[in-house]
């Protein structure tokens, strides 16, 4: 069974398209997070999420909106999507205080 | 605000020899974790291994170690035996260790080649 999953993990879509990213985890686990990575490989993290609550938000546009219907699921919406979106985003999971679990990440290529 | 350096942003090695990857960290928090992060081309983020800050004693994971030096806030890991299947970006990793929840400060990188 796969821990932490993502859809979709290619993503293809033109400039000032709206679109979501989905991420599930069946570990048990309370935390979830999405980070970024970078077309230099830069690993950034952009929003945490704990028990459904929002805890962390980064530096991050308000185009980007975490949704987290229960604490399994922690979904990444864009809007109004920009070149300099494009990246590979990852979902992860920990239980509290502990080590990340990471998703296969999701492409994401905006032309 | 808690950073993680990488100096080395690419080293090669042949196979079955030995090569160590190095990484520093700042922070002025006293508990916390390290880790060592693969991704090779399949981009899934791997965990090598990990290291509590309180612990002394240096972690071993069959081939890897790590080099821990608390004062020095360095973080080296070492692959003996490199086989090709080594071949990845190797992240190092900080985290504090609190009661809430805190996100990974990840370095900027090392990619590694091993070469048959």
């Known amino acids: 069974d796969t821990a932490v999953s993502q859809t979709p993990k290619y993503l293809v879509t033109q400039m000032g398209n709206d679109k979501s990213i989905k991420c599930e985890q069946n570990?048990?686990?309370?935390?979830m997070y999405w980070y970024k990575q970078d077309s230099k490989k830069f690993l950034k993290i952009m929003f945490s999420y704990n028990n459904k609550e929002l805890i962390i938000n980064e530096t991050v546009p308000n185009r980007f909106s975490p949704k987290s219907p229960d604490k399994a699921h922690l979904n990444l919406h864009i809007n109004s999507l920009e070149l300099g979106d494009s990246a590979v985003y990852f979902c992860?999971?920990?239980?509290?205080?502990?080590?990340?679990?990471f998703g296969p990440g999701t492409r994401l290529t905006v032309t | 605000a808690q950073t993680v350096t990488q100096s080395q942003p690419e080293m090669s090695v042949q196979e079955a020899e030995t090569v160590t990857l190095s990484c520093t960290y700042d922070t002025s928090e006293s508990n916390y974790y390290l880790f060592w992060y693969k991704q090779p081309p399949s981009r899934q983020m791997i965990l090598v291994i990990r290291q509590e800050a309180y612990k002394q004693q240096n972690a071993t994971e069959n081939r890897f170690s790590v080099n821990f030096q608390k004062a020095a806030k360095s973080f080296s890991l070492k692959i003996s035996d490199s086989q090709l299947g080594d071949t990845a970006m190797y992240f190092c990793a900080f985290m504090i260790l609190n009661s809430g929840n805190t996100p990974l400060v990840f370095g900027k990188g090392t990619r590694l080649s091993v070469i048959a």
């Open positions: 570990l048990g686990h309370d935390t």
């Open positions: 992860a999971s920990s239980p509290q205080g502990d080590e990340q679990y």
